[in-house]
């Protein structure tokens, strides 16, 4: 290694050390109070490289199950949580969740998430209400109208709630809203909220779940967070038929009801044309991934890895798909239904993000990509509707939360909230660690040049042709693999390592 004694930048592009050696440098094990390194132009191009070979595949035997908790039957507000949607969003300020209630209300309220419990129903912890249920779908300062009545997702973003919503029964399907932001989510019933806003690639294919985008892949993949919806909702021809992922940054929003639209970047998409499955109605008996009963619910890039983690529900896998016929239990169906009244699951569709990657570059269409894994996602407290209602990720805890629709009906004779679920799905995030300041200077910018390293570092930005750029990281992972900057053209880094234990 060559150790440089001033910040100064080098216009020659000199190799003194291994990329590698960031990894030591940074490990907050070793003592080392400052270093100065400089990384030669050809080095960084070199080391450039949008997709991720290296990251592995999640598998869906990696999510390990820690627990669960209820959630009360009881009224609070406007609503309640019995025959509940299920979205649900995270709230890392309180360690509570955002929560769609009863149907017919479409209204949100917050709960606290009480310690896990591995054990039966009458032995989960439950939770206890924050915030009652508020009313919201009409409180856009933009007015609500296009009829806009079903929430489709929820995300906590910096304070905010962002709300994905759509018009249940869209006939026309010329419906483009798809989104609120509470200004507030502290307080939900005072909160100034803004909208609607459309977010590109057709309601139906933008008005779901929303889920952070790990920050390696935040610059390949052209945004922060990634939204996504599909079928499974009536009036298929408006929908992606099948999972889809558009990526978009928040953080860019003009929140003005004149300028509405809010850029995105299609990345896994279908429609009637081009489903992810032709045998919809599983005519041919072997349609084993998705059909007019399927439908995910939550989709995220799993952290540490390449995988795009979607997950539902499905039906008619063994029986078929009929319309507005009777089951074998004597039901007579509103609209598609299985012949067999058991003929439904929980579902889960894992996509590999590289090829992703290659419909944002050009050389895959978003209806050419298939999953590399799909099949039944089996959890405790499965109930009689077989339904995953929704998701949302931790990072600090690296948990995953989903919704269980109708999965506690001990707390009275019509009631039915959901069972909310929790996976460690990725390393947890230290939060007692020291402090290490990343000082990145950059003379000319010279645009697209990364660099790529392993090491014990979690890095939450994503620095890209900024000119004398001060980044602070306050949070280690341990074994975190790859992280990427993109920078300017010679670069100085200075590091200054965590004190001694």
């Known amino acids: 290694m060559g150790k440089v004694p001033s910040k100064a930048t080098l216009g020659i592009p000199i190799l003194f050390f291994p990329l590698k050696a960031l990894s030591l440098i940074i490990n907050p094990r070793f003592v080392m109070v400052k270093h100065y390194w400089v990384l030669p132009l050809f080095l960084i191009a070199i080391a450039r490289t949008d997709a991720q070979p290296n990251l592995p595949l999640f598998q869906i035997s990696d999510m390990l199950y820690q627990g669960a908790f209820r959630l009360p039957a009881s009224t609070f507000g406007v609503s309640d949580l019995n025959f509940s949607e299920g979205p649900i969003a995270y709230n890392p300020i309180n360690h509570s969740l955002f929560i769609v209630g009863h149907d017919h209300q479409q209204a949100i309220a917050e709960f606290s998430i009480p310690a896990l419990s591995t054990g039966p129903l009458d032995q989960l912890n439950m939770g206890v209400n924050l915030q009652p249920f508020v009313s919201l779908l009409n409180s856009g300062n933009c007015a609500n109208n296009q009829n806009i009545n079903q929430i489709g997702g929820l995300k906590w973003i910096e304070g905010k709630l962002f709300i994905n919503a759509y018009e249940y029964y869209d006939a026309d399907a010329n419906v483009t809203n798809t989104t609120l932001i509470v200004d507030n989510a502290a307080t939900l019933s005072a909160s100034s909220v803004r909208g609607y806003f459309d977010l590109e690639g057709g309601a139906g294919h933008t008005s779901g779940w929303i889920s952070e985008i790990p920050s390696i892949w935040q610059g390949p993949l052209g945004g922060t967070h990634i939204t996504g919806q599909s079928s499974g909702i009536p009036i298929i021809s408006r929908c992606s038929v099948g999972p889809s992922a558009f990526s978009f ?127 039944v996602l089996a959890t405790p407290f499965e109930s009689y509707a077989h339904e995953v209602g929704g998701g949302d990720f931790d990072p600090a805890s690296g948990l995953l939360y989903l919704s269980i629709q109708r999965a506690d009906t001990d707390q009275g004779p019509y009631a039915n909230p959901p069972v909310v679920v929790a996976y460690q799905i990725s390393a947890p995030t230290c939060l007692a660690c020291c402090t290490n300041n990343v000082h990145l200077s950059t003379g000319d910018v010279f645009s697209g040049m990364s660099i790529h390293s392993q090491d014990y570092i979690q890095s939450d930005a994503l620095v890209n042709n900024l000119f004398n750029l001060n980044w602070t990281a306050s949070q280690f992972v341990e074994l975190l693999p790859l992280f990427q900057i993109n920078l300017g053209s010679d670069l100085t880094i200075e590091i200054q390592s965590c004190p001694p234990d």
């Open 249 to 375: 940054s928040p953080g860019q929003i003009d929140f003005q009801c004149q300028e509405n639209i809010i850029g995105t970047i299609p990345l896994l998409d279908f429609n009637l044309a081009n489903p992810l499955q032709a045998d919809l109605s599983n005519d041919l008996g072997t349609n084993d991934i998705w059909t007019h009963l399927s439908r995910a619910t939550f989709g995220m890039i799993v952290p540490n890895t390449r995988t795009y983690l979607t997950v539902g529900y499905s039906g008619g896998h063994s029986s078929g798909v009929c319309y507005k016929c009777t089951q074998d239990d004597g039901n007579e169906c509103g609209g598609y239904c299985a012949p067999m009244a058991d003929d439904y699951t929980q579902y889960y569709w894992l996509w590999d993000v590289n090829d992703l990657l290659a419909v944002k570059n050009g050389s895959m269409q978003p209806f050419d990509v298939r999953p590399y894994d799909y099949g």
